[in-house]
């Protein structure tokens, strides 16, 4: 169980990385579309785990390492932005979301159902 205060730096890092990617994402995604889904804080605040969902890609898993590969240049554009409002900064680390992917398929499942 998340604690009030894991609570509150997994938003802030939640709506702060979701402007770093809007700045930072064009000149690295290769035109995917990436948006954050969940930030998971660890209990001692020191880990944050983002699940993003990857629109518009072939290929999602080599959207998820360009995103690892540039983790220091986006970890460092976070770290301005979030600073004074966090003592300690966090190690993100990315995990693709595939909720709505899922979800997509289990519509096209229940379609061929009705049909």
């Known amino acids: 169980m998340e604690t009030k205060k894991q609570k509150q730096v997994s938003e802030l890092i939640k709506r702060n ?3 770093v990617l809007q700045q930072e994402g064009p000149m690295i995604l ?3 579309f990436v948006t954050v889904t969940q930030v998971v804080m660890s209990s001692d605040l020191g880990q944050a785990k983002i ?3 990857i629109f518009n890609a072939t290929d999602k898993q080599s959207t998820l390492i360009l995103l690892r590969q540039h983790k220091h240049r986006l970890q460092q554009a976070l770290v301005t932005r979030i600073r004074k409002h966090v003592r ?3 190690r993100i680390e990315f995990f693709i979301d595939d909720t709505l992917d899922e979800m997509d398929r ?3 499942l229940f379609d061929k159902i009705n049909e």
């Open 17 to 19: 990385f979701g402007l």
């Open 51 to 53: 699940y993003v969902s």
């Open 30 to 32: 290769e035109g995917s």
């Open 88 to 90: 300690r900064i966090p």
């Open 106 to 108: 289990l519509n096209n």
